[in-house]
T-cell receptor
Framework: DAGVTQSPTHLIKTRGQQVTLRCSPKSGHDTVSWYQQALGQGPQFIFQYYEEEERQRGNFPDRFSGHQFPNYSSELNVNALLLGDSALYLC????????????FGPGTRLTVT | RKEVEQDPGPFNVPEGATVAFNCTYSNSASQSFFWYRQDCRKEPKLLMSVYSSGNEDGRFTAQLNRASQYISLLIRDSKLSDSATYLCVVMLNNAGNMLTFGGGTRLMVKP
């Protein structure tokens, strides 16, 4: 039973570029949440997708957008990258009706130069 | 003020020691509470949930004080493998399972 997978593992981009990160949830899960973790800090909630719609959003600008596909996988897109976007991006999956437990993927480490 | 506050540490303790971490949260409507463990450059993993009655899992004990909006984690008989960052997490159950993390407390257990 595969857990949460994310791709790519690492990514280096230049300021102003755009990036797409991908997440496949744990088998049987229908909800995907994205978090940003800057070095030395705790993860911060970006947004959550369920039934292909954004259901909750944290305090992130519109440069951060996402999508969920019919197979429950999800993408996180960041436009006009800033140096401050350098972070570990974590995807967490859960089963909406089964309570709170969220399983995190290994993350994508994004470096913006 | 941060929604969830933790002492960043590091806490340096010898093997076998007992260590306690504390956490405070600002939103009194928070309904679910957790401790996650995060190893260096890895993803967070759920360590345990925290209940008002307190709960224990082996060497780990978690407590919640709703009146003081305070959560604690006690680790007894520390092992080298306990070295990690411990994240205090709260959730508003009406917010679609959105997790709010503290900044984490780093623990280093020395031989």
């Amino acid at each position: 039973d595969a857990g949460v997978t994310q791709s790519p593992t690492h990514l280096i981009k230049t300021r102003g570029q755009q990036v797409t990160l991908r997440c496949s949830p744990k088998s049987g899960h229908d909800t995907v949440s994205w978090y940003q973790q800057a070095l030395g800090q705790g993860p911060q909630f970006i947004f959550q997708y369920y039934e292909e719609e954004e259901r909750q959003r944290g305090n992130f600008p519109d440069r951060f957008s996402g999508h969920q596909f019919p197979n429950y996988s999800s993408e996180l897109n960041v436009n006009a990258l800033l140096l401050g976007d350098s972070a570990l991006y974590l995807c967490a999956s859960s089963l909406r009706l089964a309570g709170y437990e969220q399983y995190f993927g290994p993350g994508t480490r994004l470096t913006v130069t | 003020r941060k929604e969830v506050e933790q002492d960043p540490g590091p806490f340096n303790v010898p093997e076998g020691a007992t260590v306690a971490f504390n956490c405070t949260y600002s939103n009194s409507a928070s309904q679910s509470f957790f401790w996650y463990r995060q190893d260096c450059r890895k993803e967070p993993k759920l360590l345990m949930s925290v209940y008002s009655s307190g709960n224990e899992d082996g060497r780990f004990t978690a407590q919640l004080n709703r009146a003081s909006q305070y959560i604690s984690l006690l680790i007894r008989d520390s092992k080298l493998s306990d070295s990690a960052t411990y994240l205090c997490v709260v959730m508003l159950n009406n917010a679609g399972n959105m997790l709010t993390f503290g900044g984490g407390t780093r623990l280093m257990v020395k031989p």
